[in-house]
């Protein structure tokens, strides 16, 4: 078992120092016209691509380093830049994870390069899972996926909403039902291949935060996919569904929920790096901004607030590793520490931005600072891939055994 260790070792500290760089020189001074124009900011993500951060084998590197910290270390450094062009440059992960979490190695090896592409040709990849009337309640999924035997394909139809990507995606992985009177245990995940018939963008969604993200609904009609895309292939599927039928113990995740376990560190990680860039605006400008005579950072009430904003973003990021390393070292999240983690930074962040805001008065409520950017960016993250009530749930359930409601 790889030793726990809160120093990141040279590899870590040479990954997150370039990171920094790139978010510091490239995303920082674009993010405003960004988050204006609420557009996918293209040049950004190919530059990302072209010095290697948007890539396969980046994202392989840091998933697979062994203490686990590889990942929300390059989360909290791309989201410390701007949290809207790092979900832009990091929303395909998503979709790769999804694929790794339920392909087989086969179905890894074709499609996860293909969600990336090349600096010269880049690509993005879509996961589809919320639905207009299924959104934490994942046993509610409307669409469908009914197989055609004599074919060898399957066929999906529904609409799926807030999808990052949706749309504009080169891969699409879709959550889909196969036997509704199983509700959540009858679920399965779809590769749609660039360019399949009957897959369409519908509504584009303007959002009060991370508005350089992509997000909109993808509607699917009769669109027919290849048997070998089903992730995990069919056989793996007919054994998961017979034993959910018969009641058995053991009957396997469900696809939307592997996904977002395996994810919920890194977007807590996200949350961590939007919270250090408000505290550390906040701190600047509390050393240099005079009132009365003296730095107003000399007034105890702004000065026990940047403490408290301080002590929230470091124990929101030990949540996050501990997290992590327990997912590198095949540790099972007994007591949830994946929600933990997720929860907590995402309030933290939330808190955080609110009280720069605060102290920078009038300043903080305008575009001429970003932290009025940053805590519309922070918004989000009590509500996506889990909201915090469902991630108090799900960790209620696992430290009391008890089925809460």
């Not at 499609?111 to 040709?121: I, L, S, Y």
């Not at 996961?127 to 066929?155: H, I, M, N």
């Not at 808190?351 to 409520?365: K, P, Y």
Request: aromatic share 8%; hydrophobic share 45%.
């Amino acid at each position: 078992m790889t030793t726990f260790s809160l120093d990141p070792g040279p590899d870590q500290i040479a990954v997150r120092d370039w990171l920094h760089g790139f978010a510091a020189d490239v995303v920082r001074p674009a993010a405003a016209e960004w988050d204006e124009r609420e557009e996918t900011p293209w040049p950004i993500i190919q530059e990302a691509a072209k010095l290697g951060i948007y890539s396969l084998d980046f994202y392989a590197q840091q998933f697979f380093d062994p203490s686990g910290v590889g990942i929300p270390i390059a989360m909290e450094e791309l989201f410390w830049g701007d949290a809207g062009i790092g979900l832009a440059i990091t929303g395909t992960t998503l979709a790769a994870v999804a694929v790794l979490a339920n392909g087989t190695d086969e179905q890894i090896g074709t499609w996860a390069p293909q969600m990336f592409g090349t600096p010269e040709e880049v690509r993005l990849a879509a996961f589809c899972s919320s639905e207009p009337d299924a959104g934490s309640d994942v046993s509610a999924l409307r669409t469908r996926a009914v197989y055609d035997q004599a074919k060898d394909e399957w066929v999906l139809n529904g609409t799926k909403t807030w999808a990052t990507n949706g749309g504009i995606a080169h891969v699409h992985v879709v959550v889909a039902t196969v036997d509704p009177e199983l509700g959540a245990r009858g679920q399965a995940s779809f590769i749609v291949p660039p360019g399949t018939p009957g897959l369409s963008q519908g509504q584009k969604f303007k959002k009060h935060g991370i508005r350089a993200s992509h997000t909109a609904e993808v509607v699917l009609d009769g669109v027919r996919v290849p048997g070998h895309c089903l992730l995990g292939g069919k056989e793996k599927l007919d054994a998961r569904l017979a034993r959910a039928r018969e009641g058995t113990r053991g009957s396997g995740k469900n696809a939307a929920m592997a996904t977002f376990e395996a994810s919920r560190p890194a977007v807590g990680a996200q949350a961590v790096g939007i919270a250090r860039a408000a505290y550390e605006v906040a701190l600047d400008y509390a050393g240099t901004r005079v009132q009365f005579g003296k730095p107003i950072i000399e007034n105890q009430g702004v000065a026990f607030q940047l403490a408290d904003m301080k002590t929230r973003i470091d124990a929101a990021r030990l949540l996050v590793w501990r997290a992590s390393w327990m997912a590198a070292t095949h540790q099972p999240f007994t007591a949830a520490e994946g929600s933990m983690s997720k929860l907590y930074a995402g309030e933290t962040a939330k808190f955080v931005t609110e009280r720069a805001m605060q102290i920078l008065g009038g300043n903080g409520f305008t575009r001429e600072y970003p932290v009025e950017r940053m805590h519309r960016d922070s918004a989000i993250y009590t509500v996506f891939e889990g909201t915090s009530e469902i991630q108090r749930l799900v960790i209620a359930r696992a430290v009391s055994g008890a089925p809460i409601r």
